[in-house]
């Protein structure tokens, strides 16, 4: 019901900090199209594609593409979602934003806004990028929601932190409590995480000095983009 996954959406007052810092983690531009009224622009690592945006808005937000939104938000209307925003017209693209129950933003949108990343996009120095876990406070009202949106429930984990995991065809996504941490976190696998520490002082990159409850600072890393995006950096299972 939600589409095809586009990127994660990303508001910031300072798009050129922000591309500097993703630059420097090994994030790479991609070619966008003039959609937004706003500038715009997306980095990839071959798996994540991030869609900064110079606006205020919801971040981050799972953007998704869903042609024929008038059709779309009669269905969603059917299923008891209501969009906080809808936008359906001929003067600028058409988008519907959506909360689930945890309050965490979603954006459909008419039609992509870049051009594909290409099949042999390197990857970043934070790893694989893992999942989008989002903060929730009622884990079956948010299973629901995303359900309903096509993504599918696996078992609970207790590693690298509890959280429940749902999957898609392009991008996973991940319910943890918000006593393990308030806000959403950008997840990464890497292979050597203490490898990986000198690595990021080398790029002038500093670690937050908070992290997810329970984690070890010497197996995992948590970064903040200059616009306030998490990026949670977990040691890889063997």
Request: net charge negative; aromatic share 8%; proline share 9%.
């Amino acid at each position: 019901m939600f589409g095809q996954f586009l990127e994660l959406s990303i508001g910031t007052s300072d798009i050129a900090a922000s591309v500097d810092f993703y630059e420097r983690l090994g994030f790479t531009q991609l070619l966008t199209g003039d959609a937004w009224p706003h500038r715009y622009g997306v980095l990839s690592d071959g798996r994540v594609h991030l869609g900064l945006h110079e606006r205020s808005m919801p971040s981050p937000t799972a953007t998704f593409v869903l042609p024929n939104l008038v059709h779309a938000q009669r269905r969603l209307l059917a299923c008891g979602i209501e969009p906080e925003l809808s936008q359906l017209g001929e003067e600028s693209l058409n988008q519907l934003r959506l909360r689930d129950p945890g309050a965490n933003a979603l954006a459909l949108l008419e039609a992509r806004t870049y051009s594909p990343a290409p099949p042999d996009a390197p990857s970043s120095l934070c790893g694989y990028f893992s999942q989008l876990s989002l903060p929730q406070s009622d884990f079956e009202a948010a299973r629901a929601f995303w359900e309903r949106g096509g993504f599918v429930a696996l078992s609970e984990l207790d590693e690298p932190y509890p959280h429940l995991p749902l999957t898609s065809d392009r991008l996973d996504v991940a319910f943890h409590q918000r006593r393990t941490f308030d806000a959403p976190l950008l997840v990464f696998e890497c292979m050597d995480v203490p490898a990986l520490l000198p690595r990021l002082q080398a790029q002038g990159l500093s670690l937050c000095p908070q992290m997810p409850r329970g984690l070890d600072r010497r197996r995992n890393a948590l970064l903040e983009a200059p616009e306030g995006t998490l990026l949670l950096v977990v040691q890889a299972s063997p």
